[in-house]
């Protein structure tokens, strides 16, 4: 079955940069689209940003301009820039996984997450 773990979160402030990373595991990595995902206080969990094995990225058009998203396919690893942050941005981040010809519904091998935290 699929794995995921995440890392990189931690504290920044408004208009500052982190680069989360999240480690594929399980299964053969360019068979399957990874999607970011956040949770933010109060919210449901939305997808912000996701990357086929082919690196076609679609994103959220609240990151849109300020994250990317990209995959080493040799290191089985995806990871999320996240540029000019404000506390909107504040929330868990998870990645997930499904197969690429998967409907949307079926992203999995969820992790712990890692928390992002916006100050002012």
């Known amino acids: 079955q699929v794995q995921l773990l995440e890392s990189g979160g931690g504290l920044v402030q408004t208009g500052g940069s982190l680069t989360l990373s999240c480690v594929f595991s399980?299964?053969?990595?360019?068979?399957?689209?990874v999607a970011w995902f956040r949770q933010a206080p109060g919210k449901d969990r939305e997808r912000i940003a996701a990357i086929t094995w082919t690196s076609g990225t679609t994103y959220a058009d609240s990151v849109k301009g300020r994250f990317a998203i990209s995959r080493d396919n040799a290191a089985n690893t995806v990871r999320l820039q996240m540029n000019s942050l404000t506390s909107e941005d504040t929330g868990v981040y998870y990645c997930?996984?499904?197969?690429?010809?998967?409907?949307?519904?079926?992203?999995?091998?969820w992790g712990q997450g890692t928390l992002v935290t916006v100050s002012s």
């Open positions: 997930a996984a499904k197969r690429t010809s998967a409907p949307d519904n079926q992203y999995g091998g």
């Open positions: 399980g299964r053969i990595f360019t068979t399957y689209t």
